[in-house]
């Protein structure tokens, strides 16, 4: 078994491969995902297998560590349906919501206090957990959830300002166009 012709390999593996995903994951979608990612990365790194009598053992090995490694994944990052955790959401104004684009938030992001930016951007931008950004920033989950908080507030306070701010300047330019047309017909 010097040298392994992929197609050979499927056709030689695939079925047990295929039962073994389907004993794991007991869904048939997930058995073909993991079934296929194993395949992937015999083509990616199966060049590497030195003994080529072990492909079958590499294969079933591989397929489990996948298996694993994406029960892990649930585990650490669970899905919620929104209706299930809509009560742990912080209320908003939709008025707020839809008058913000990227380019305000990021620019008002750079006015909070440096010490609650790190948090708010590893969260917001970065999709970390609490216990990543703890991680992360080598301070305690409490504290994480503390900076978060203030520098939420701190950064709802600054948007509220740049609105106000906006509609301020937009009922100016408003009033200097009345003035005009006063100035025009009369």
Same mark, same amino acid.
């Given at each position: 078994?010097?040298s ?7 056709d030689?593996?695939?079925?047990g ?53 994406g ?9 919620h349906?929104?209706?299930? /955790? ?11 919501v839809?008058?913000?684009?990227g ?11 440096? /010490? ?11 999709d ?15 504290? /994480? ?9 701190q ?5 509220? /300002?740049?609105k106000?701010?906006?509609?301020k ?12 047309r ?5």
């Open positions: 078994m010097d392994i012709d992929f197609n050979d390999l499927v030689k593996f695939y079925e491969l295929f039962r073994f995903a389907i004993s794991l994951s007991r869904n048939e979608d997930q058995a073909c995902d993991l079934t296929q990612q194993t395949f992937y990365l015999w083509a990616a790194k199966g060049h590497q297998l030195r003994d080529k009598t072990k492909v079958k053992s590499w294969l079933f090995t591989t397929l489990h560590r996948e298996f694993l490694g029960r892990r994944r649930q585990t650490k990052f669970r899905h349906s929104m209706d299930a /955790v809509e009560h742990e959401l912080p209320p908003s104004d939709s008025t707020v839809n008058d913000l684009d380019t305000t938030v990021i620019e008002s992001l750079q006015q909070v206090d440096e /010490v609650y930016r790190a948090p708010l951007t590893l969260f917001y931008l970065e970390l957990a609490y216990a990543e950004i703890a991680e992360t920033l080598d301070i305690p989950i409490g504290t /994480v959830m503390s900076r978060l908080s203030r520098g939420k507030a950064l709802r306070k600054i948007l509220s /300002v740049e106000a701010t906006k509609r300047a937009d009922n100016v330019v408003t009033l200097d166009t009345k003035e005009l006063k100035t025009a017909n009369g």
